[in-house]
C-alpha cells in the first residue's frame, strides 16, 4: 500500500500510474462491445453461493457476497479483464511529491440507482464508516494507512466519526492524507471496500444490506435467500463497461453437480465450479462450453494460531511444516483435480507480478514424508500429540471440496501416521460464519484468495497481516508476525517494481517459516457455459465476465 508513483503494478502491458491514472485510457473492455443501453436485454443465470453476509460492500470479503457486489459497485478505478485500472467515477487520483496525500476528482454526472448524486462524501463517509471499529466491518484493514484510523479502533468511538485523513475540498473533490508513503492506493481503491454509498445507507444499514442502493453497471433487483439474487442493467450506468445481457442471476445450490446438469440440460446458463465427477470430462463434454486455463486464485487451508498445538511458537511452527509436507500434491492435482489446478509454489499466483517459485523456504511446499516425520518427531518432545488428539480440516459441502480434502486428510493420515478427517459443513454461509466467528477452535479450515487488486501486496496484506485479524479483515487465523508486517510497509514504500517485489519475496519467506496457512494448489480459472451462451470469458481475478455473456 505505499509504493512510488511511477510504479508500475498489474499485469503485463498495464501503463504506468505516473501520480494519476486518467493516462491509463480506454473506453471498454472488449472490442466490440454491444453500447450499455443496447445489446441483449435477456436474464443470465450463474452459478454462485449464498453471501454469507449482508451487501455491504466493506462487510463482504467472500465470493458468495462479492461476485453482485463488485458489478452493482462501481469504485474510483475499475480493472479491466487483464487486470489493467482504468479510471471510473475518478476523473483524476493525484499525489504529491512524496505520496502521502492524495487529491481525488470526481467526475460530473453520476448518480446511486435512487437517483442522489455520488459526491466525495459519498466516499469520505464510506470509508470512515468502514475504518470505525465500532462498525465491525470485515473490510476494516484496508483502511489503515489512512490517516486518524488509530483513533477510530477504541471501545469507545462514535460510529459516525470519522477519519481524520480525508478532506472534503469541494463538490468533485476530495483529499486523502496517508501515515506514510504509498503509490499503491490509487489501485487499492479499485477494491470493494472502497465503494461509494448513498446517504440512505447511514439511516438503515440493516434493511440496506438486504436491499442496496447501488452504483454500476447492474442495480440490485431482489434477494430470495439461498435461491437466488436477481441484478438488472442499470441504464443510467456513466461509466465504460459495456454491458450485452438484462441481468444476472446469482442462483445458490446446495451441490455444484446438480448446478452442471442444469447448464447441460439448459436450465442454467454458467457454472465456475466443476464437480469431482465431471473434472476429466468437462472440456469434451459436447453439451457445454468449457474454459481451463491458469488463474489468479490460490487454494489453501488455514491453521488458526488459537488451534491446540498449533500455537505461534515453535511446537506450531514445526506441526504446520510436517502437516505440510506431508501432502502429495502433485498427486491431488492429477488424481483429484484432473489438472484443474497447478503446482503451487508461493502465496500468491502465477498470473500476478511478483511470483516466484524459487523462495527461500518453499520446500516446504514438497511432499516430504521422512522430513514430515521428523519434524512432527520433534513437535511431540515439547507437548506430545496423543490419540485423542485428531488434525480435521473444515470445509463447505456445497463446494465440491469434499475429494481434495478427503485425499489431503488421507495423505497427512497416512504420513503421519495421526488420525486426520475432513470436517465438512452443508453450506458456504454457514462454512463462513463459523470462520467470522471464530468457532473452528479445534480444526483448520479450506480458505483461499481471489485478489483485489493485481499486485503480491492484495495476497499478502489481507491475508496475513495483524491489521487483518481479530475480525478487521480477512485474516481469519490471527496470523500475528511485526517482521513480516514491517517488511509490507517496506514493500509498499518501494521505489520501483523490482525491489517492492523483493522484499514482498522476503515477507513469504516468513510464511514459509510460520506458515499460518498451508498453500494446496492454483486454482485454474474453469466452468461451464450453456451452448447458446456467447461472451463466456473469465477475468484476470478468474470470475466469468458477467457484462460480455449474451444469448
Not at 202 to 225: N, Q
Not at 234 to 241: A, L, M, P, S, T
Not at 401 to 417: F, G, P, Q, R
Not at 458 to 486: I, V
Request: negative net charge; glycine residues 8%.
Amino acid at each position: 500500500m505505499k509504493k512510488q508513483s511511477v510504479l508500475t503494478i498489474a499485469a503485463a502491458g498495464m501503463c504506468s500510474m505516473a501520480l494519476l491514472l486518467s493516462a491509463c485510457g480506454g473506453s471498454g473492455d472488449s472490442a466490440g462491445s454491444a453500447d450499455a443501453k443496447g445489446g441483449n436485454d435477456t436474464m443470465i443465470s450463474v452459478f454462485n453461493p449464498e453471501p454469507a453476509n449482508p451487501l455491504i460492500p466493506s462487510m463482504t470479503n467472500e465470493v458468495g457476497g462479492g461476485n453482485p457486489i463488485d458489478i452493482l459497485f462501481s469504485k474510483l478505478v475499475r480493472f479491466d479483464d487483464k487486470g489493467k485500472p482504468k479510471n471510473e467515477i475518478a476523473k483524476e487520483i493525484k499525489a504529491n511529491d512524496d505520496n502521502t496525500q492524495y487529491t481525488v476528482t470526481l467526475k460530473d454526472g453520476w448518480k446511486f440507482s435512487d437517483g442522489t448524486p455520488v459526491t466525495p462524501q459519498s466516499f469520505t463517509k464510506a470509508w470512515s464508516f468502514a475504518a470505525n471499529a465500532a462498525n465491525k466491518q470485515l473490510g476494516s484493514s484496508f483502511f489503515t494507512d489512512i490517516k486518524g484510523f488509530d483513533e477510530l479502533q477504541g471501545d469507545d468511538v462514535a460510529p459516525d466519526a470519522q477519519l481524520s485523513g480525508l478532506k472534503v475540498v469541494d463538490d468533485k473533490t476530495f483529499t486523502v492524507d496517508l501515515n506514510e508513503a504509498s503509490s499503491t492506493f490509487p489501485i487499492q481503491v479499485g477494491y470493494t471496500a472502497f465503494a461509494p454509498l448513498p446517504e440512505s445507507f447511514y439511516k438503515d444499514t440493516k434493511a440496506f444490506g438486504e436491499k442496496p442502493v447501488t452504483v454500476g453497471p447492474y442495480k440490485f433487483d431482489s434477494w430470495s435467500h439461498n435461491k437466488f439474487i436477481k441484478v438488472v442493467k442499470d441504464e443510467n450506468y456513466k461509466g465504460d463497461v459495456k454491458v450485452k445481457n438484462g441481468g444476472i442471476e446469482f442462483r445458490a445450490y446446495l451441490d455444484p453437480t446438480a448446478a452442471f446438469r442444469d447448464v447441460e440440460a439448459g436450465h442454467l446458463d454458467v457454472l465456475d465450479t466443476i464437480p469431482s465427477s465431471d473434472r476429466r470430462t468437462f472440456q469434451t463434454n459436447s453439451s457445454v462450453q468449457a474454459i481451463n486455463d491458469p488463474g489468479s486464485v490460490l487454494q489453501m487451508f488455514t491453521v488458526p494460531t488459537y488451534m491446540k498445538h498449533f500455537g505461534e511458537d515453535q511446537e506450531g511452527k514445526l506441526r504446520r511444516q510436517a502437516i505440510s509436507m506431508a501432502i502429495d500434491r502433485n498427486a491431488i492435482i492429477k488424481k483429484v483435480l484432473a489438472d484443474t489446478g497447478q503446482e503451487v509454489h508461493d502465496f500468491t499466483s502465477p498470473v500476478i507480478p511478483g511470483y516466484s517459485k524459487d523462495i527461500k523456504g518453499s520446500d516446504v511446499l514438497k511432499y516430504n514424508p521422512d522430513k514430515a516425520n521428523e519434524l512432527w518427531e520433534e513437535a511431540n518432545k515439547i507437548s506430545p500429540w496423543t490419540e485423542a488428539d485428531s488434525f480435521k480440516i473444515a470445509y463447505n459441502a456445497d463446494g465440491a471440496h469434499k475429494e481434495v480434502y478427503d485425499a489431503v486428510t488421507n495423505s497427512i493420515k497416512n504420513t503421519l501416521k495421526i488420525n486426520a478427517a475432513g470436517n465438512p459443513l452443508p453450506t458456504f454461509n454457514e462454512f463462513r460464519s463459523n470462520v467470522q466467528n471464530r468457532k473452528f477452535t479445534d480444526s483448520a479450515f479450506r480458505s483461499g484468495w481471489q485478489p483485489d487488486y493485481p499486485s503480491p501486496e492484495s495476497y499478502l496484506l489481507s491475508n496475513f497481516a495483524s491489521s487483518a485479524a481479530d475480525g478487521k479483515g480477512s485474516n481469519d487465523g490471527d496470523y500475528k508476525n511485526p517482521e513480516f508486517d514491517q517488511l509490507l510497509t517496506k514493500a509498499a514504500s518501494a521505489k520501483s517494481l523490482d525491489e517492492a517485489n523483493k522484499i514482498y519475496q522476503q515477507a513469504e519467506q516468513i510464511l514459509f517459516e510460520d506458515l499460518p496457512a498451508i498453500p494446496l494448489y492454483y486454482r485454474n480459472a474453469n466452468g461451464i457455459a450453456a451452448k447458446d451462451i456467447q461472451g463466456f470469458t473469465f477475468n484476470w481475478k478468474g470470475v466469468p465476465e458477467y457484462s460480455e455473456l449474451s444469448k
